[in-house]
């Protein structure tokens, strides 16, 4: 280590600290190698877009003119804890960028002490009070800009860590709407159930009838009670993935598992669409995205200040005070003193840490650089896959709207041909069976339908994070 005092220069010390400042907004070591744009995306999606396909930006699930849906996602975003978690990451980020900001600025102290002693001499004994006062200044010269760039470095991790947040909000009311309509979806499939069970029975009945009469064989009410069986338990599935379902929303909006929650549910609507918006340049939206990009940022920065700590650190420290006896003269009393030093640090040998610490820091920029290319192109995966889900359940739903008309259509001949005795109770069983299950298919299909669509809304992001985070937590300036 080198120390140098100003006083012992030629040169006026205000002068030579004067061209050291100056020297110091213009000693970048490190040229970004961050480049505008990152990465190029595709303008169009190598899937069709159809109407009613693509949501806009807003906040998509009131679209669905659900009130309660509308309820639990706002309470969500309110009260849900991992969102809780986010909001207290952001604040240790604010936290770091003020510490590691806090090196650009000179660190000022005060110190003082008091004290009595008693000595002994030839004179005698006495007694003298001791009091000082000092304040002492230390303040390091960013020549190579290595506080610069780790302050930018941890101010990109605020605006990442923020990011985090939004995307956080996007991801939630995913997860809200998707639950709420399987829960809705469950309801359906039990209403279902019941009017199956009600319309078994009632063949059952018919069937016990002309067993009586003696028309039918007893092999056919014991296949109409197995049906009838067969319905009643699929009951207890529903009841138990509803639960789960219902469980499931209580904790993501902040509660213990309620079964009110479930009270309020309504069955699947049949038409549940998402208004057109527009194409791939809504990926822009996609908080995760953004915030990817602004860790790439600041493992950029963090290559300048680890090139930067290999070259000299320049510091100037100062000091200033005074002793007396008395309290009230001390800065008045003779025993001024004070000092001025520009002190300057070379590394010379540290086994290669700094070296390796440099080579570091560009392989994590590395590294991010390809997670910031996955996450682009997970980004349009996960929309062209909601695209083609929404096609296929679309096309599906259409199909078997058609196959439940045919299988009711087959139902009812089939039941009046058995009730006339022309066939025995094979085909009644047989078409019983396939038209639940064809009406249980579609319930499933649609929840689908509707699942793709939200997948492909929170695929897109949404300017609305922003605003909801606003709301819950406020705008701080940086």
């Known amino acids: 280590m080198i120390k140098v005092c100003i006083k012992s220069l030629n040169t006026p010390p205000f002068i030579v600290i004067l061209a050291l400042v100056t020297l110091a907004s213009g000693c970048a070591l490190h040229t970004s190698q961050l480049t505008e744009p990152v990465i190029d995306v595709p303008a169009i999606y190598s899937q069709t877009v159809t109407d009613n396909t693509l949501p806009e930006a807003g906040k ?6 659900d009130a309660q849906l509308n309820a639990l996602v706002e309470a969500g975003l309110r009260n849900n804890l991992d969102i809780q978690q986010a909001a207290e990451r952001i604040e240790q980020a604010r936290s770091l960028l003020t510490i590691t900001g806090s090196s650009r600025y000179p660190a000022l102290t005060i110190s003082g002490s008091g004290g009595r002693a008693r000595q002994s001499t030839t004179a005698g004994a006495f007694t003298q009070d001791t009091y000082s006062l000092s304040a002492a200044a230390s303040f390091e010269i960013d020549l190579w800009q290595k506080i610069r760039s780790r302050t930018d470095a941890a101010f990109y991790d605020v605006q990442a860590a923020e ?3 939004k995307a956080l909000y996007i991801s939630i009311a995913a997860q809200i709407a998707d639950l709420y309509y399987l829960a809705s979806e469950q309801l359906s499939q039990l209403d279902l159930t019941d009017q199956t069970i009600t319309s078994f029975k009632d063949t059952l ?5 002309r067993y009586r009469e003696g028309l039918v064989p007893a092999i056919d009410v014991y296949q109409s009670r197995q049906n009838l069986a067969s319905a009643r ?3 207890p599935l529903f009841e138990s993935q509803l639960a789960v379902a219902v469980n499931a929303l209580s904790v993501l909006t902040g509660r213990f598992p309620d079964k009110e929650i479930g009270h309020h549910i309504t069955s699947l609507q049949e038409n549940l669409s998402l208004p057109q918006g527009l194409p791939s340049e809504l990926l822009l939206n996609r908080p995760d995205l953004q915030a990817a ?3 790439l940022r600041a493992s950029d920065e963090r290559i300048g200040a680890a090139i930067a700590d290999r070259f000299p650190s320049f510091n100037l420290i100062g000091t200033y005070g005074g002793s007396s006896s008395e309290l009230h003269s001390i800065l008045d009393s003779p025993n001024i003193f004070w000092n001025l030093l520009l002190q300057a640090a ?7 840490r700094r070296k390796a610490e440099v080579e570091r820091t560009k392989s994590v920029f590395r590294e991010n650089l390809a997670a910031y290319h ?3 192109l ?3 995966q996960e929309v062209e896959d909601a695209l083609v889900k929404i096609a296929s359940s679309e096309e599906r739903v259409t199909m078997l709207k058609e196959t439940v008309a045919a299988s009711d259509s087959a139902l009812r001949l089939a039941l009046n041909r058995y009730m006339q005795g022309l066939t025995d109770y094979l085909p009644v069983l047989t078409e019983q069976l396939r038209n639940a299950t064809v009406k249980s298919n579609i319930l499933s299909v649609r929840r689908q339908l509707v699942s793709g669509r939200i997948e492909l809304a929170r695929a897109l992001g949404g300017e609305w994070a922003q605003a909801a985070y606003k709301i819950n937590f406020g705008e701080k300036d940086l």
Do not use: H, S
């Open 293 to 295: 990009l602004f860790r």
């Open 374 to 376: 996955k996450t682009v």
């Open 378 to 380: 997970t980004a349009f």
């Open 233 to 235: 338990a699929q009951r």
């Open 205 to 209: 009945d018919r069937v016990e009838r």
């Open 163 to 165: 990011e985090n947040i």
């Open 346 to 352: 070379q590394p010379l040998f540290d086994a290669g």
């Open 60 to 65: 998509w699930w009131e679209y669905f003119d």
